[in-house]
């Protein structure tokens, strides 16, 4: 006896309309759970999977794919550099989309209305087309004529100050200079030429962008900068670049990808994603109890039966693979009815806004979702096991089961 002829048993018991009623009911149910499980875990899956797909988008659209820094601090000799790096680009038949400097100031920011602490970034003005990172919701990149000082300000850091663009603010940079009385803080007035929206909070509240030349003379250490900022065409060639680069560069400088400066945020969002699929895999694996109940009662309606094919010349592991194949169809049936019912709860979700978010706290103002076949392989399969698994006992049990006992006394 192959395969085939345990499979059409196992197909007879599950789809027999004369099963007791209860048999049923209880099979029935256990597809059901299994359905649900598996389009909870993909829906939720899928969801987180976006949310991680909208702030690396987020975040690349924000911050420099590298950055480059000396190890030693703020330097003069970045002209230099920059050619340095543009030829190691050209040797190495990396695509590079932008490469300029930048330098960076904390300090705070006052307006007539209120304070708030900023990482002022002064970056070339000059480049703002090649810089391809701000997206301004009103005003340009320059002053009026009666202030030389333009800043672009966040937008949730212009409305904690309740400033808009033409109005002044002043920045406190801490670091001031020296005078005979001690070190006094340096106050520099600005006009507001901009407001831009990267879609972070976090960036939104705290980063103010000035012209690099401000930055340099706010600083006071001449035509020194920060570091120089890199904008690869392949952002996910960013760890292969560092690789290479610090091998070219030498060990005075620092370089170091977008990956690696928010290794903390993908790594806590990685953490919580599995999480997620730990936890909501347990709606399974009580489905999956519930499948054991219906064969455990489908064991003892075909007690007769198996005791008639173990007359026949039915061998324990044919017994052992019926059941086990009874179980497995169950598993089949319930993960292809969450798999279909998931993946269009996700096309629903992805083509109408249904779930409005919280603009103040989200990055995005509806329910980002992006289903991965990774993910759904891997929903699918542990479905599918655990089924299996569940199957296993009271198969177990059907193929113990004595056939001249069960066909004397019944």
């Known amino acids: 006896m192959g395969l085939a002829f345990e499979w059409f048993i196992s197909r007879r018991y599950v789809f027999s309309r004369k099963r007791e ?8 149910i256990s597809v059901l759970a299994i359905a649900i499980g598996v389009a909870a875990l993909i829906v939720v899956i899928a969801v987180m999977t976006g949310f991680q797909q909208i702030l690396k988008e987020k975040i690349l659209s924000v911050n420099p794919h590298v950055v480059v820094e000396k190890v030693q601090g703020p330097f003069v000799e970045y002209e230099g550099l920059e050619q340095k790096i543009r030829t190691f680009f050209e040797e190495n038949d990396f695509p590079l989309e932008s490469l300029y400097p930048f330098v960076s100031l904390q300090g705070l920011l006052l307006s007539g209305q209120g304070e708030a602490g900023v990482i002022l970034k002064g970056l070339p003005f000059s480049k703002a087309k090649e810089l391809k990172t701000l997206r301004l919701i009103s005003g340009n990149f320059t002053a009026s004529s009666q202030s030389p000082y333009p800043i672009l300000l966040g937008k949730r850091l212009a409305e904690r100050l309740g400033v808009t663009v033409g109005d002044r603010v002043r920045f406190l940079y801490p ?14 007035p600005f006009e507001v030429a901009g407001i831009f929206e990267t879609g972070l909070y976090d960036y939104d509240l705290s980063l103010a962008l000035v012209p690099l030349s401000v930055a340099q003379k706010i600083s006071g250490e001449g035509k020194r900068v920060t570091g120089l900022e890199i904008k690869l065409v392949d952002p996910f ?6 690789q290479k680069l610090s091998r070219s560069l030498g060990y005075t400088y620092y370089v170091v990808d977008w990956q690696t400066l928010n290794r903390s945020l993908f790594s806590a969002l990685k953490l919580e994603k599995t999480g997620m699929f730990v936890v909501l895999t347990l709606i399974v694996v009580v489905a999956a109890f519930n499948i054991v109940a219906a064969l455990v009662m489908l064991v003892s309606e075909k007690r007769p039966d198996i005791a008639l094919l173990k007359a026949l010349g039915a061998t324990e592991k044919n017994i052992l693979r019926i059941f086990l194949f009874s179980g497995f ?8 009815l969450g798999l279909i019912l998931g993946l269009s709860l996700c096309a629903v979700l992805s083509r109408y806004p249904v779930i409005k978010l919280p603009g103040d706290v989200y990055p995005v103002d509806y329910l980002p979702v992006r289903v991965e076949f990774l993910d759904v392989a891997t929903i699918v399969f542990s479905a599918l096991i655990l089924s299996l698994l569940a199957a296993i006992f009271p198969a177990r049990q059907a193929a113990k089961l004595p056939p001249a006992e069960v066909l004397r006394y019944g």
């Open 175 to 188: 670091r001031g200079r020296m005078t005979p009385i001690g070190l006094l803080p340096r106050f520099v």
């Open 329 to 336: 169809l169950l598993g089949i049936m319930g993960t292809a």
């Open 237 to 242: 060639l960013s760890r292969e670049v560092v």
């Open 21 to 28: 009623r209860l048999t049923g009911v209880i099979a029935n």
